[in-house]
Nanobody, 118 residues
Framework: QVQLVESGGGLVQAGGSLRLTCAAS????????MAWYRQAPGKQRDLVGT???????YYVDSVKGRFTITRDNAKKTAYLEMDSLKPEDTGYYYC????????????WGQGTQVTVSS
């Protein structure tokens, strides 16, 4: 049974920082890519970025230079460091276990709320 558990969301002022954590179960973690998605109120769930099994990240343009995705395979954990947060970053953030290198895969975390006030 695959489980992904996010934590670290909260309320922060614009310009502030948050660090989200995604803890995974399963022995396969080191071999698959992970992704972070977010969903703003009333909008679809959109990709924030990914990190492959080698630790190489990819970011969408809107977060490039502000967000950093890392992973610790020994801890089976992925991280999303968010700096210089903007009100438009507000939303529910989800981690996802990609299917090999294709994201999203079938497994999602429960999500964590991030609210950025102006």
């Amino acid at each position: 049974q695959v489980q992904l558990v996010e934590s670290g969301g909260g309320l922060v002022q614009a310009g502030g920082s948050l660090r989200l954590t995604c803890a995974a179960s399963g022995s396969f973690f080191a071999h698959v890519a992970m992704a972070w998605y977010r969903q703003a109120p009333g909008k679809q769930r959109d990709l924030v970025g990914t990190i492959n099994s080698y630790g190489d990240p990819y970011y969408v343009d809107s977060v490039k230079g502000r967000f950093t995705i890392t992973r610790d395979n020994a801890k089976k954990t992925a991280y999303l460091e968010m700096d210089s947060l903007k009100p438009e970053d507000t939303g529910y953030y989800y981690c996802n276990l990609c299917r090999n290198s294709v994201c999203p895969g079938d497994y999602w975390g429960q999500g964590t709320q991030v609210t950025v006030s102006s």
